[in-house]
């Protein structure tokens, strides 16, 4: 309101501390205080003149309805905060449990189940639908639950000593692997054994290879190229992927299961050898597999040593098979069987022709050719000439890079000119090995 320009002497009050006192005469707010007022400088530009105004003060109800607002509102975000962490803690319960449960039904998944004979009639009906029939045992339709269906392979008892059956069961219990097919449980009840597999709703990859008049109809060199990259990686893993090197010694078309998205499944492990990765010699003295896609060395030492080139021999005449598509070279010739397709298919190659006009596809012909150069390494005579599966993977990918394999055909091993690939199984007779 106005300058203070000296200050004046201070005084002591009783506790001995300096006390400085200022009395001023104007504005003077007596008048206004006396009515219960308060009073205010008026906006005149005259520094002593004051109004009195209306001194406000809160209602009790008023201060009843803020204290409340404040107080309801603190109760309501405590509420909220609350309710949302018994909601947060309950899913993430959920959640916790719904783990538990999915790795308990996986960990049942990977243990396969032992199942009386009672069982395996009661989990097919009583044999009522009838897949098909191998050298080995007979495949039915089954069902665990409304939504679960499965293969029951059941043995023939006349076969063999069990060898199969105890190779079976003992391989799935090293194999996790989306292109291997999963066991789900086992049936040794007596002399009574059979194998359930999952379900596989499009068969098996020779449904849709071998024959022109067939119902399955052509599923196209993309799909194609995919399952032919999918089983070589699954035989990839088998070699490499296990904690020991599992040898198939049964590739085939017949052996390699599509599920409802066309993944391919290797199946089929009664031949198959376990063996420790630091092995590169299989000792053998039978020879196993199905004719057509038996290795050389297989048959005669004098090709080389049986090792896990040997599945990669078979998986070469797979390639060729899905290539060639033996279906059709009939329409060409009076007497298939006595063309050996993978030769028919090299010098189709060296001649540059386009390996599509022979399947009746009108897609990209890069990707028969490069299944087909890919075959043509695979099946090379002596096994060091063949290439590991890891490679055929990355070959598989390689496309346009890939150089035409030497001629397989003209080695000095046994004749080709008679060879045919029967479809069936063949079970050969001991071959000593040669020193």
């Not at 490499?240 to 198939?248: A, P």
């Not at 003295?285 to 005669?300: C, H, K, N």
Request: charged share 25%; with cysteine.
């Amino acid at each position: 309101m106005y300058d203070v320009l000296s200050v004046p002497f201070p005084t002591w009050d009783r506790g001995y501390r300096y006390i400085l006192r200022f009395k001023w005469s104007k504005p003077n707010c007596t008048e206004c205080e006396a009515r219960g007022k308060s009073c205010r400088l008026k906006d005149n530009g005259i520094n002593s003149e004051v109004e009195c105004v209306h001194l406000k003060k809160a209602s009790k109800t008023m201060e009843f309805v803020a204290t409340g607002a404040t107080l309801g509102s603190s109760l309501l975000l405590v509420l909220v905060i609350a309710v949302y962490r018994v909601y947060s803690a309950d899913q993430k319960e959920k959640e916790n449990q719904l783990k538990i449960e999915r790795f308990l039904e996986d960990y049942k998944a990977l243990k396969p189940s032992r199942y009386s004979y009672a069982d395996i009639k009661r989990i097919t009906n009583q044999f009522k639908d009838n897949l098909g029939q191998g050298a080995y045992g007979t495949v039915f339709k089954g069902k665990l639950s409304s939504e679960f269906f499965v293969a029951v392979k059941v043995l023939n008892n006349s076969k063999g000593n069990g060898e199969e059956f105890v190779n079976e069961v003992g391989m799935m219990g090293h194999i996790h692997h989306v292109n291997v097919v999963r066991l789900v449980g086992f049936c040794a009840d007596g002399f009574r054994r059979a194998l359930v597999y999952e379900f596989f709703p499009n068969g098996s990859l020779q449904d849709f290879i071998s024959s022109a008049d067939s119902k399955h109809s052509f599923l196209g060199w993309e799909k194609l190229h995919d399952i032919a990259v999918g089983i070589a990686k699954g035989i990839e893993y088998l070699h490499q992927g296990c904690d020991l090197r599992i040898l198939h010694f049964d590739i085939k078309p017949h052996n390699v299961l599509l599920d409802h998205n066309f993944t391919p499944k290797i199946s089929d492990f009664g031949l198959a050898k376990l063996c420790s990765k630091d092995q590169s010699i299989v000792s053998m003295t039978t020879a196993r597999g199905t004719m057509g896609y038996i290795a050389p060395e297989v048959f005669s030492r004098n090709f080389g040593i049986v090792s896990y080139k040997s599945d990669v021999y078979s998986f070469g005449m797979l390639l060729l098979e899905m290539v060639g598509g033996r279906k059709n070279i009939g329409s060409s010739t009076k007497d298939a069987n006595e063309i050996y397709y993978p030769e028919w298919i090299y010098n189709l190659l060296e001649g540059g022709d386009d390996l599509r006009i022979h399947i009746g596809d009108d897609g990209d012909g890069k990707i028969p050719k490069t299944l087909a150069i890919v075959g043509l390494w695979c099946i090379q005579w002596h096994p060091v000439d063949r290439p590991s599966m890891q490679i055929v993977v990355h070959m598989l990918g390689g496309g346009d890079n890939l150089a035409m394999p030497p001629n397989p055909f003209v080695s000095a091993g046994p004749t080709t000119t008679h060879a045919s690939i029967p479809a069936r199984r063949v079970e050969l007779e001991a071959i000593p090995e040669l020193e």
